[in-house]
């Protein structure tokens, strides 16, 4: 399945970015539910993470592993991120504008440079310290939070259990209400009813608003912060509504070259 832009069906392309310790795996649900759609897909590891791990976690890095999947695609995509992976893809959409046609930031709507982040630093060093790297407690959160299918698919990559101050310590040096602010492609906001990383959505919303960008914020009832494992029927319907958006209104150019993207008129609901 490749995309109108070489002549054929699915366009655009998705390219799937995880959550922090987590893998490609982790997108299986969606990754089956674009393919039965008949839509390219590809979900990327990040550096540290997945088939990358023991490689040190850099915020370039990441945004490099995610322009790498998005060429691999085509050269365009509409990028799917969350949590980590939410981060990545707003950052991802602020520098290279010209290859995201559309953005779904999922579990990712609090600034990451809240004052709580000098906490969650020091309690990430501390379980990066314990005889197992936190595996058993990793394991017994997996287990509570997940039905088992969802466990095996998050499990499926192995956990990276070591790059957690890492990821602290880059993502909380950027700004991401600035970096939404920055492109107009469309952009959906996508968080669990009862996710903690939710608090700044409106925010969120706002600027990309400012930024010229239509946006659609979606609450998913019952979810909580991997809203996509939580809820992977709930969260498949917006990530193929938004494929459908995206290719109404940025169709590829008739002469197979990439049309600029249109600005549909996305309501802002939740």
């Not at 559309?102 to 000098?118: E, I, K």
């Not at 197992?132 to 990276?160: H, I, K, S």
Request: aromatic share 4%.
């Amino acid at each position: 399945m490749t995309s109108p832009e070489n002549g054929r069906p699915g366009w655009p392309p998705v390219v799937l970015v995880h959550g922090s310790r987590t893998s490609r795996s982790m997108w299986r649900a969606q990754l089956d539910a674009l393919r039965r759609a008949g839509v390219d897909a590809l979900a990327v590891d990040l550096p540290g993470h997945g088939a990358r791990r023991g490689e040190a976690f850099t915020l370039d890095g990441a945004v490099e592993a995610v322009v790498d999947g998005v060429d691999a695609v085509g050269g365009r995509a509409l990028v799917v991120g969350l949590s980590l992976g939410g981060y990545v893809a707003i950052e991802t959409r602020a520098r290279h504008p010209e290859r995201v046609v559309g953005l779904v930031a999922a579990a990712c709507s609090t600034p990451p440079a809240t004052r709580l982040r000098g906490g969650w630093l020091l309690l990430a060093r501390g379980i990066e310290r314990l005889p197992d790297g936190g595996a058993g407690l990793n394991q017994a959160l997996v287990d509570r939070a997940l039905t088992p299918q969802a466990a095996a698919d998050l499990a499926a990559g192995g956990f990276a259990l070591d790059v957690m101050s890492a990821i602290l310590r880059e993502v909380g040096a950027v700004d991401p209400v600035v970096a939404l602010a920055a492109a107009g492609t469309p952009v959906w906001l996508v968080n669990g009813r009862w996710d903690h990383f939710r608090l700044g959505e409106r925010a969120f919303a706002k600027a990309a608003r400012r930024g010229g960008a239509p946006v659609r914020l979606v609450v998913v009832p019952g979810a909580r912060h991997l809203v996509s494992l939580d809820a992977p029927v709930a969260f498949n319907r917006v990530l193929l509504d938004a494929h459908r958006t995206v290719a109404q209104a940025a169709p590829p150019a008739p002469d197979g070259g990439a049309a600029p993207p249109a600005r549909p008129g996305l309501p802002v609901r939740g």
